[in-house]
């Protein structure tokens, strides 16, 4: 954005730098990265997974190739066991990180019909409880006092871009939508005299049209008179360079605004808001004042199952089974 402040170097926040060595990508690298793109995009894979996998793939075939030199094809057991050594000792991934490398392994072994060359690691992993399921941590919903409060803090601060980062978790919480779908809208899917707004890159791959209040909707139209880029294909929500607000950086915004509150006993310590604490807080509010299925629609989830899972127990299920029933 055009007022952002000029002392603040904004590409930290939203750039990781990468760790440990970094590869160079030779043609045989490329070639298995071409043959693994094009068996996913046949499989209907989401383009942003596909882009995520094949980050990892890279690193792996470059150690192949740089560190083994071998190709992936020839690779033993011992040398899948170095090969998270060093995603562990030198790149210095998280236990969750590394079940992904070891997940995307399984994936690449098995697209490119070569399953014989990782089923003995594969199996020695699942005996020896390598990269056993992590606990997922339960998250807290948000609901709309915590949301106001957040956004009176994100707009107390001294960011230049807090408008637009205001902005973005007020439209998370009008559309129940995940960040991801948020910062994924382009100018062409934003009808902004109505308010309506096409989500294309979901995680059913089946779009969906959700709308936002009139108030948010004005400042979003004022907002984006000061977009650096305004193509029917631009993002609707830019950073400073007129590209996609990278989502760790709002995800930073939202944390640090949360540990405020909690700091002031605003917000019990123990409650464990995080960013994706906002959808989860509207879909219960949702949940007030709609029918299940039509919530399910809503906020995009395959299954009214899944939509299940926010209804409390103790005081709403009989009331959802009738609901149930009629569906």
């Not at 402040?5 to 990781?16: A, C, D, E, V």
């Not at 948000?142 to 957040?150: C, L, T």
């Not at 308010?195 to 049209?209: C, L, P, Q, V």
């Not at 509010?285 to 629609?297: F, Q």
């Amino acid at each position: 954005m055009k007022n952002e402040n000029k002392n603040f170097n904004f590409n930290l926040l939203l750039i990781k730098k990468p760790r440990g060595e970094e590869f160079e990508e030779t043609d045989e690298i490329r070639q298995w990265l071409e043959k693994f793109k094009e068996e996913r995009e046949f499989d209907g894979i989401k383009p942003t997974t596909i882009e995520g996998d094949l980050a990892r793939l890279k690193v792996f075939l470059g150690f192949c190739y740089h560190r083994l030199n071998k190709s992936p094809d020839k690779l033993k057991t011992h040398d899948f066991v170095k090969f998270f050594n060093y995603l562990e000792k030198e790149r210095g991934l998280s236990k969750s990180s590394l079940r992904k490398y070891f997940l995307l392994l399984k994936v690449f072994y098995k697209v490119m019909r070569m399953q014989h060359v990782i089923k003995e690691f594969v199996e020695e992993s699942r005996e020896r409880k390598r990269f056993a399921k992590i606990e997922i941590k339960k998250r807290d919903p948000a609901d709309a006092e915590i949301i106001n409060m957040v956004l009176q803090k994100i707009m107390e601060s001294r960011s230049r871009t807090k408008i637009r980062d205001a902005l973005i978790i007020r439209f998370k919480w009008d559309t129940g939508c995940r960040i991801s779908e948020i910062l994924n809208l382009r100018l062409k899917d934003c009808d902004l005299e109505k308010g309506i707004f096409r989500i294309t890159d979901t995680k059913s791959h089946e779009e969906r049209i959700v709308a936002c209040r009139e108030d948010t909707l004005e400042f979003l139209r004022q907002y984006v008179q000061f977009n650096i880029k305004k193509g029917p294909n631009d993002y609707l929500f830019q950073n400073h360079k007129g590209e996609q607000v990278d989502r760790n950086w709002i995800s930073y915004v939202f944390r640090k605004a949360i540990n405020e509150l909690k700091k002031e006993g605003k917000i019990p310590k123990n409650k464990r808001i995080v960013l994706h604490s906002v959808r989860s807080g509207r879909i219960m509010d949702l949940l007030e004042k709609l029918p299940i299925d039509v919530v399910s629609e809503i906020v995009g989830h395959h299954s009214i199952e899944v939509t299940m899972r926010y209804v409390d127990e103790k005081k709403r299920l009989k009331d959802y089974i009738k609901i149930l029933k009629k569906i």
